[in-house]
């Protein structure tokens, strides 16, 4: 019950003194200035008990990183320092361990047709927006894409809702790492997409650097195969940084560990979020631990991400410092990111088809067990424990920057259905879609480059494949990027799917009742994905409610 409804004295000094407790056990500090705050512990060890990994998760998480390369069989070459020679030694390597999505990605990865499909399927399929004015610094014009618009125009083609863009202007100027001695490059590329008659979309135009220039040549699909390849290669070494950095670690990881905070900081166990959040949907189980670990073996001196990546830390921490000056709240709901992109008639695109399925399904939910103890605005408003939780998020999450908007303080229970769907959503689905794709579309270096050694071409004459093997990163670099994908897709061997852990800690009937039937429609979505899967040569999997984990655990 809300504190308001707390009649017991003896329950609500317990009720007060539980918070306290809390509060000193998990305080906030700012790790980074402008990134969301995190918590005031740097050693995992030190967690208290109860958002520490199970003996279970423990054990298989060391095991794992233990024998990692060895599973991979390829740690004679992670110490190498040298350059790949020839595309044939990168596929020595990058066969073991196959998945069914990764091999083919292997098989495919030079088409115009996959590159398209994984902006909308892969593992990223957030930078994708449709078209309707170029950037102004994007020199592409109607002449050049016109042979790739089947006798049509670019103008008729953008008005008709055809012309699709990714944009990876955040990514300029970003200070670069050094690997093996050697200065890495990040590019910032535009790339123009057309969906053709086939429902197909396919790249026609890419620009690498921002600024336009003689030296900065448009690539086209007429151009050499060798220099077209070049070209999508930079653009998906930025949608690398982007997906990691932005929509991965930002957007779900660190936003995560601020919803964690707050909620064990101003929601005592008696509350009905609380329960709603921590364990009738127990989301966020080990999100702490594994936040905590990540800052001690990813963000260290010798970490993966300071070590084996483009940005290093410091770029890193520039892009994400960007990327956070541009969240959005509606951004951040999957109905509204899906419209303000221009999306929702785009065919093919099961990312957008099964996340507003779970997502219905999750806002449903939500909206039943909000009525149930809420049933009125007024029941909001006046509800203090409440109006804690969301500005201690608005404060330490969102840095109280009033261009997000997110609300200060909630003032009708839609507003809070939408938020805690959201927030739900985010550490269960959105982080599923973003994380566990990640060896399937990157376990094959040449489709996700960690980095690059080689900027932007000045000219598109003369490029041959002996440029693109000198712009991917080193060996060493290669396979420890590629076994940090491995490891974060590789499922836990305590996963707990959406919605299926066993605990019940309510006895309302009302909401068992939409327990179940949110049960019943996750099982329905499932056949229903599965179904649509059956017969394909690439499935969509990753939204499917029996493959999204419960919480972030990895």
């Not at 596929?91 to 902006?119: A, C, P």
């Not at 019940?504 to 009302?510: A, D, K, M």
Request: glycine share 4%; charged share 20%.
């Amino acid at each position: 019950m809300t504190r308001k409804n707390e009649t017991i004295p003896t329950a609500l000094a317990h009720r007060l003194k539980e918070l306290d407790v809390r509060k000193q056990q998990y305080e906030w500090k700012s790790l980074v200035e402008g990134l969301p705050h995190c918590l005031a512990i740097d050693d995992p060890k030190a967690l208290p008990h109860d958002a520490r990994f199970s003996l279970d998760k423990r054990m298989d998480v060391q095991l794992t990183a233990k024998t990692m390369m060895a599973e991979l069989k390829i740690k004679f070459l992670a110490s190498s320092k040298k350059s790949w020679a020839k595309l044939d030694d990168i596929t020595q390597v990058f066969w073991f361990n196959k998945t069914q999505i990764s091999d083919y990605v292997h098989q495919h990865w030079k088409e115009d047709e996959f590159f398209g499909y994984q902006l909308l399927n892969g593992a990223n399929p957030m930078m994708i927006q449709r078209c309707q004015q170029l950037p102004q610094k994007f020199a592409v014009t109607s002449d050049m894409v016109q042979p790739s618009l089947g006798g049509s125009t670019l103008p008729a083609e953008m008005q008709s809702g055809n012309i699709f863009l990714c944009d990876y202007s955040r990514l300029a100027e970003v200070p670069t790492n050094v690997i093996n001695l050697r200065s890495q490059c990040i590019p910032a590329p535009f790339c123009l997409l057309f969906k053709n008659n086939e429902d197909k979309l396919v790249p026609i135009a890419i620009q690498l650097k921002q600024e336009p220039s003689d030296t900065n040549p448009v690539f086209l699909p007429s151009d050499s195969e060798d220099a077209w390849l070049l070209a999508k290669t930079h653009v998906r070494a930025a949608d690398f940084i982007e997906h990691q950095f932005n929509f991965h670690l930002l957007c779900t990881h660190l936003l995560a560990e601020a919803y964690t905070l707050s909620t064990l900081r101003h929601l005592p166990s008696a509350h009905p979020i609380y329960k709603y959040l921590r364990l009738l949907i127990p989301h966020t189980r080990f999100t702490l631990h594994v936040n905590t670990l990540d800052r001690e073996s990813l963000l260290t001196e010798n970490g993966a991400i300071t070590m084996y990546t483009s940005t290093g830390r410091a770029g890193m921490e520039v892009v994400m410092k960007k990327a956070m000056q541009a969240v959005k709240y509606s951004a951040l709901c999957l109905p509204g990111d899906i419209t303000a992109r221009g999306l929702d008639k785009v065919p093919n695109f099961y990312y957008r088809d099964d996340g507003l399925l779970v997502w219905d399904a999750l806002s449903k939910y939500v909206e039943g067990v909000l009525a149930v103890f809420y049933p009125s605005d007024a029941e909001v408003a006046s509800d203090e424990e409440l109006q804690n939780w969301i500005s201690d998020i608005y404060k330490h999450g969102f840095l109280e920057l009033a261009s997000t908007g997110i609300p200060k303080a909630f003032t009708s229970v839609k507003e809070v259905t939408e938020f805690i769907t959201m927030v739900i959503f985010t550490l269960t689905a959105q982080h599923s879609a973003l994380n566990s794709g990640q060896f399937d579309f990157g376990g094959w270096l040449l489709n996700s480059p960690n980095s690059l050694q080689s900027g932007a071409p000045a000219s598109k004459e003369q490029i041959t494949q002996a440029d693109l093997l000198l712009s991917l990163p080193d060996i060493n670099a290669s396979v420890w990027g590629m076994a940090a994908a491995w490891l974060a897709s590789k499922k836990s061997g305590d996963f707990v799917p959406l919605a299926q852990h066993p605990e019940q800690y309510f006895s309302e009937p009302e909401v068992l009742s939409l327990s179940d039937r949110l049960k019943e429609q996750l099982k329905e979505i499932s056949q229903k994905i599965r179904e649509r899967n059956k017969d394909k040569d690439l499935p969509y999997t990753y939204l499917d409610p029996e493959n999204i984990e419960n919480s972030i655990t990895i």
